[in-house]
């Protein structure tokens, strides 16, 4: 599918970012091993979340509109066949860390994409815990687990989480230490259901448990979705947006920091906080100082972010983004072909970008590398160059944010 976008004259109105993606999956990941029922509101809609509620139902969770009927930590049921996890690494890496202690051995499988994605890091940590966990296709369950200390040799939300949902069924003590911090939606939603589960500084550890409470919640918005109008609306030269219902968890909301949105009616959500952001055109900016630690927080964001440092005076130098190399495309050498197309000053490095702007993007024919966050960081240059941008593999969107196109059309 081939999207065409060109620059509008105005952005103006409101939009609403689907349902953090992050946070659907570990609503349905732990109600489904919960004592009991619960409703989730504004679960995320996307492809991966689909994932992740066809892997928990062949594993006999039943799972109806908004309601998830936990069965309990130890009632999960061999599934008949391989588990499809789809495009989703998330719901791959998380399942393989919930059915680690289970009695039986279960299968992962997943699309040409996913297949390329490195399970070795999730699998490693398992195999200390005394799983069974094999690679090609991914194999895990039917062993006993212990706790462990691991410290992280890369900054992984999922890794982490995987350790943490093992460590429910382990004996002993499980201790998952950090060098640079990442999302804890994980570690928030476990102490909300009652698990034994302490933070320390960067050490997180849980302790194996029995029961987990079943918890209804309201997803928050994806402030990774978000981040595509706020780009858009920063940069674009007549802009004033609003984006609603936007989760502004602070391990979550480091483009805030580097892009000015004021900050409307904070509250709290299920333990998360939530925010309505205003967005307008912002005046000439320096290029980023960039730290390198922000890219562990900032990892979804940063095609976008790509976006923006076009429109920054100066050299941004992106580092620290090696994770981007191995997500559903290499997203590194993808947007630097794609707003290379388009007239960008964009290098590409091991681990990031160097890109020196301002520059007047110009609309070109470009690939989304069958990439969700490709195909929609590409659409905000289109918002911003001059011509017509065409964008092939725009459908894959959808993967994370299936009303994208939509919203789009409305802003414009």
């Keep these: 599918m081939i999207e065409r976008v060109k620059s509008p004259r105005r952005l103006r109105g409101t939009v609403t970012p689907p349902g953090d993606k992050s946070i659907s999956h570990r609503a349905l990941l732990l109600n489904a091993v919960a004592d009991g029922r619960a409703e989730i509101e504004n679960l995320g809609t996307g492809a991966d979340i689909g ?5 928990l139902h062949s594993l006999g969770v039943e799972i ?64 200390k815990m005394g799983a069974h966990a094999e690679l090609d296709p991914l194999r895990v369950g039917g062993r006993p687990l212990h706790g462990i200390e691991y410290s992280m040799p890369v900054a992984s939300a999922q890794v ?47 302790e194996t448990t029995d029961r987990l409470q079943p918890l209804d919640l309201r997803i928050p918005g994806d402030i ?17 947006l609003e984006v609603l219902e936007v989760g502004v ?11 000015p949105a004021k900050v409307m009616r904070l509250r709290e959500v ?8 205003q967005v307008g055109t912002i005046p000439a900016a320096p290029a980023w ?23 920054l005076r100066g050299t941004t130098r992106i580092a620290g983004a090696a994770e981007l190399r191995v997500k559903e495309s290499d997203r590194i050498a993808a947007m630097a072909k794609g707003l290379g197309a388009m007239g960008a000053q964009i290098r590409e490095r091991e681990d990031g970008w160097e890109i020196t702007g301002p520059t007047v993007l110009t609309g070109a024919r470009v690939s ?15 918002l911003l160059a001059g011509g017509t941008t065409e964008i092939e593999g725009a459908e894959h969107a959808a993967i994370s944010y299936p009303n994208f196109w939509r919203d789009l059309e409305s802003l414009c």
């Design 51 to 55: 994932s992740t509620a066809a892997c």
């Design 64 to 127: 109806g509109e908004g309601v998830v009927h936990g069965v309990g930590l130890g009632g999960l049921r061999k599934p008949s066949g391989p588990l499809d996890c789809g495009n989703s690494g998330t719901t791959m890496r998380l399942l393989a860390g919930l059915l680690a202690g289970q009695p039986f051995e279960s299968m992962l499988v997943g699309d040409e994409s996913l297949a390329r994605r490195p399970m070795d890091r999730v699998v490693e940590p398992l195999r």
């Design 160 to 206: 982490k989480s995987a350790i943490l949902l093992a460590g429910l069924r382990a004996t002993g003590t499980t201790r998952v230490v950090e060098r640079v911090p990442t999302r804890d939606h994980t570690e928030l939603m476990l102490e909300a259901m009652g698990a034994p589960l302490t933070v320390v500084d960067r050490t997180v550890s849980v």
């Design 224 to 240: 990774s979705g978000a981040a595509f109008w706020i780009v858009a609306g920063s940069f674009h030269p007549d802009a004033s």
């Design 249 to 259: 968890n602070p391990t979550r909301k480091a483009i805030l920091e580097l892009l």
């Design 270 to 277: 299920g333990r998360e906080p939530v925010a309505d952001l």
């Design 289 to 311: 100082d960039w730290d390198a630690s922000w890219s562990a927080a900032l990892i979804d964001e940063l095609p976008v972010l790509a976006v923006a440092a076009t429109q």
């Design 368 to 382: 989304a590398f069958d990439d969700h966050r490709v195909a929609m960081a590409l659409a905000v240059a289109g």
